[in-house]
């Protein structure tokens, strides 16, 4: 497998199992809508969940554009 087929991979399974985390933490929630009430609903590890979720996305997010952004220069 070449360098670039590994990053992408890894890329897209940091974001996989980003979504994964927090449909998990989600599931046990109950309410969907609105954010501020699924919040409060959530307790402490489920809450480190979600948050760890997200933050798997935005790394795997802002990795993919920063190499983009480097293969066109």
């Not at 998990?24 to 969940?49: I, K, T, Y």
């Amino acid at each position: 497998m070449t360098p670039d087929k590994k990053r992408r991979v890894a890329t897209a399974v940091g974001f996989l199992s980003g979504v994964l985390a927090c449909l998990d933490a989600l599931r046990d929630a109950g309410v969907s809508w609105p954010p501020d009430v699924v919040w409060e609903g959530l307790r402490r590890p489920q809450r480190l969940e979600v948050v760890g979720g997200i933050a798997l996305i935005v790394v795997s997010f802002t990795a993919s554009a920063l190499r983009q952004r480097r293969s066109q220069d």
